[in-house]
Every structure is written in structure tokens, then in C-alpha cells.
């Protein structure tokens, strides 16, 4: 499990902070620069999150220190807009991993401490590989180009889950078709559908596969400091440049840069990726002469982006360089076929994140599962899994581990298989009496799941006899759905 330590002098902030992440994470709390020095000196921390305006030390002067004295510790700044200049002027000398905006969202602040996390593990990764490469040995060569085999299988279109009738296999069709052609490729899809990983597999199947795959959200930053990210900046640019930073087009370089969140963007920007499109080539801040690079650009919105072009919002020019090759990422809800396998794969990463083992699912757990619509798609799916897993005391994941909300949601779609979670919402057809029933069928399934069909249990919570109980579960086809259960 990655270690991450939380440096913020709010009560309030740090406790939001360790709630979001101890879940997946073993979280390190800190009030001060001070504490949070003493708190490294003692444990393997990982990556550190630290707020930008505490007193004493800002965080970008903290993590100035940090880079000199655990230079593998990722870093990662968080605080508002009116700290850019600061912090933009201390990236550099900091080392600073990624930049956080005030208020933050629970999912985008997930998601950068996983891609932190991962950060950690290649850069070990690549350490270990880089000693190995500098070794003659045939046999340690052998083993780098295995290991290099296996990420290009786990990130290629094998590492794509899906049934075989699932609504994604025409996209992995497209993949293959045009992953080897140097175009550029625009990702459409709902939040937490997995377009990351569909740009992986675009990278792992192209001539480029053995280049690098460079990743920057472009929603998480304003313009300033997403200009200093991409395109760099000279010694002097600014206050504080003290040196040269290479930005993530030169260090895409040869391989594919993949810009998430792209409907995020400004006109203003939109306006210098453009010409980085049409020419090949960028000014890094505070420098003379343009630097020339070779970068496929992939980039993934959930946005609606003919419409953003329509409204005035998004250029069309830039839309049409992006969108070469549209490819679009079905959600979750279009695809329960792919539930159970994608769940299977899914417990296999939450295992190894929290070093526990079960054997798997039980059948009810993926029916639920399968049956629930998933709004936050594959990321919801993956926070359900870690949860559960971290709950369990059993051998088994069940599904009255589920939280209340998706089983609540899946007994609804079982019993009433209309794809509305509403059971007496007005679009639900039939007459007072059927609705009755079917509300009642759905509350009787969802209690008799979350106590384990404890027949006991669910009609004193139900103020039912239990010959009452037994009469509804025949009546609404229940008595059959699991066997086994407790009297």
C-alpha cells in the first residue's frame, strides 16, 4: 500500500484530505513543515501533499528541502489560484510533481495520488531496470525485454477487459486499425470510462510503443502553469526560473503526449496548441528560438465538443486537428457484460494497493453488480471494489457488502427491469397496484441481500411474521434467488 503524507495546518482540510484517501492509501498527517520533517525522517512516505499557505514555510519552500533530502518522494502541491505566480516560479527548484487546485474534487484528487503512486513505482522500476541494462549479462538483458513484452501486453489492447459481445470491441477494432498510423486521435466519454487507458493502448500498439506515453490533465491547471508544463521554460523567464525546464512536449519526444480534460482548455490556449499541431514546433518560455519536436497528441474529454464548437466555446480549427480519428468510450452502464471480468480484474489491483487476498465474488455480488447502471462508471466500480475488500472478513466478496446506494439501485433494476432506478417514478408503467408491488418486491430483495437472507432478521426489520415473509418471497419468485440462506 503507497504511503502518502498530508501536510495542511486546517483541521478541516487535513481530515477531508485523509478521508478521501485512507481508504486505498496509508495516510501520514502533518500540521507544519516542521512536523511533517520529523514524520519523514521516521517513515517511508511516498508521496507527499502539501498545501501551498501554512505558517512559517510555504509548501513550495518545504518541498524545496524535501527534493534535496528524499529527492524520490513525489510531490504534490495543492492551494487556489492566487498562488500561481508562486508556485509556478517554484516548480522547478521543487520538483514539484502536480499542482492542485482549491476546492478539490474527490475523484481528481484520487486519481493524482494514483498516478503518483504509479510515478513511484516506475521510477523504482526504472532504476532497477537502468542497473540491469548496464550489466552484460544475456540473461539480465533477456529479463528487461521481458519485462518491457509484459507492460506492452498489461497497456495494449489485451489490457482492454471486455466481454466477448461487448459494445467496446468496435472500438478496439478502430484501435488497431489506426494505432499504427501517426494520426491524431480525440477520446469522447463520460467521466471514469477509462480513456486513459484506451490512449495507452493507442501508444502500445503504434511504432512508438518503446517512446514515452506523457500524461498532463489539462482541467487541473490554469493557463499560466499549463504553459510552463507543456511547452517549458528558460533560465530567467520568470522570478524564480532559476534554470531550464524541459516541458512535456520535448519530453513526449519520439512518443505520444496524451492531453486529458482537453474541452477544459481556454481560447487562449487553444490557440497555442494549435500552432504546436500545425508546425511541429514551440517557443519555451523566455526563449528565442523555437524547439522542433515529433509527438503523436491524443487527446479525451468528456464534453460534447461539436457542440462546444457550436456555442463559440471550443475553436474549430483545433477541434478538427484533434478529432482526426474520433473515437468514442461507451460508459459502464452500456456494457454489463463486462462487469463480471472487468470486477475480476479490478480485485486482482485493489489486492495488491491493499495487500489483503480473497478468493473472489460471490455469484449474487456480480449479479448486483452487473444489474447497477454505475454513473461513475469503471472509477466507481474500482472504489466499490476497494471497499469492499476492506470490509470483508470473509474468504469471499458478498453482495451485502455493496453499498446501499448500488444495491438499493441494483434490486430496483432486477425486479423492475425498466432501467429506472425509481420505482414509483411517473414513467414507470402500470396501474397503483403494480407499482405497490414492485416497490415492495425491490425493498423485500434489498433487505433480504444486505442481511445475508437472514429469513430471521429481515421480518423483525420489516415487521413481518416470518410465515408473512416466506408468503411475499414466493409471491414475488424471491425464495429461489439464493439458497443457503440463514433461518
Known amino acids: 500500500m503507497a504511503t502518502v503524507l ?12 485523509r478521508r478521501t484517501l485512507d481508504e486505498e492509501f496509508e495516510v501520514f498527517t502533518a500540521s507544519s513543515a516542521e512536523e511533517a520533517q520529523k514524520i519523514l525522517e521516521q517513515e517511508p512516505v ?9 505558517p512559517g514555510e510555504s509548501g513550495v519552500s518545504f518541498l524545496k528541502r524535501v527534493r534535496s533530502q528524499w529527492p524520490d518522494v513525489v510531490r504534490i502541491i495543492i492551494s487556489g489560484y492566487t498562488d500561481s505566480e508562486d508556485i509556478i516560479a517554484g516548480i522547478n527548484e521543487a520538483g514539484i510533481y502536480q499542482y492542485l487546485l482549491k476546492p478539490w474534487q474527490p475523484d481528481a484528487l484520487l486519481m493524482a495520488i494514483r498516478n503518483a503512486a504509479e510515478l513511484y513505482r516506475l521510477q523504482a522500476e526504472n532504476q532497477r531496470l537502468s542497473l540491469e541494462l548496464r550489466t ?52 469522447s466519454g463520460e467521466s471514469g470510462t477509462g480513456k486513459e487507458m484506451i490512449a495507452r493502448a493507442i501508444h502500445y500498439q503504434s511504432r512508438r510503443a518503446d517512446k514515452a506515453f506523457v500524461v498532463e490533465n489539462c482541467g487541473a491547471l490554469p493557463d499560466q502553469l499549463l504553459e510552463a508544463e507543456l511547452f517549458g521554460y528558460k533560465r530567467g523567464a520568470f522570478t524564480g526560473a532559476y534554470e531550464d525546464r524541459i516541458g512535456l512536449f520535448q519530453q513526449a519526444d519520439g512518443g505520444t503526449l496524451f492531453l486529458d480534460e482537453i474541452g477544459e482548455t481556454s481560447p487562449a490556449f487553444q490557440v497555442k496548441l494549435l500552432r504546436v499541431l500545425q508546425e511541429g514546433e514551440f517557443r519555451p518560455l523566455g526563449s ?46 452500456e456494457r454489463p457484460m463486462d462487469i463480471p471480468l472487468l470486477a475480476e480484474r479490478l480485485l486482482d489491483a485493489s489486492e495488491k494497493a ?32 476497494l471497499r469492499m475488500l476492506a ?97
Not at 511516498?46 to 501554512?54: G, N, S, T
Not at 469471499?396 to 434490486?411: F, I, K, Q, R, T
Open 6 to 17: 498530508v501536510v495542511d495546518d486546517e483541521v478541516r482540510s487535513q481530515e477531508a484530505l
Open 391 to 487: 470490509l470483508t472478513r470473509e474468504n469471499y466478496l458478498g453482495a451485502h457488502l455493496l453499498p446501499a446506494g448500488v444495491l438499493a439501485s441494483s434490486c430496483a433494476q432486477d425486479v423492475q427491469g425498466s432501467g429506472s432506478d425509481d420505482l414509483v417514478a411517473v414513467g414507470f408503467a402500470g396501474t397503483l397496484q403494480e407499482r405497490v408491488d414492485a416497490l415492495e418486491a425491490r425493498v423485500l430483495k434489498e433487505t433480504l441481500i444486505r442481511l445475508r437472507w437472514n429469513k430471521t432478521r429481515a421480518a423483525n426489520e420489516l415487521g413481518l411474521s416470518r410465515v408473512g415473509l416466506r408468503a411475499k418471497m414466493v409471491r414475488y419468485g424471491l425464495e429461489g434467488d439464493r439458497s443457503g440462506g440463514v433461518e
Open 46 to 54: 511516498q508521496i507527499l501533499l502539501c498545501d501551498q499557505r501554512m
Open 288 to 333: 528565442p528560438r523555437p524547439v522542433t519536436v515529433d509527438v503523436r497528441v491524443i487527446a479525451a474529454t468528456n464534453r460534447d465538443l461539436e457542440t462546444e464548437v457550436r456555442e463559440g466555446r471550443f475553436r474549430e480549427d483545433l477541434y478538427y486537428r484533434l478529432a482526426i480519428v474520433p473515437l468514442h468510450v461507451p460508459p459502464l452502464r
Open 136 to 187: 552484460t549479462s544475456p540473461v539480465l538483458r533477456r529479463r528487461v525485454e521481458m519485462k518491457y513484452e509484459r507492460v506492452k501486453r498489461e497497456f495494449g489492447l489485451d489490457g482492454l477487459t471486455r466481454a466477448a459481445d461487448s459494445p467496446l470491441n468496435p472500438v478496439c477494432e478502430l484501435i488497431a486499425q489506426v494505432a499504427p498510423f501517426d494520426l491524431s486521435v480525440l477520446i
Open 354 to 385: 491493499l495487500g489483503k487476498e480473497v478468493e473472489g465474488f460471490t455469484p449474487e455480488a456480480l449479479a448486483c453488480m452487473a444489474a447497477y447502471r454505475w454513473p461513475g462508471n469503471v472509477r466507481e466500480l474500482q472504489n466499490t471494489i
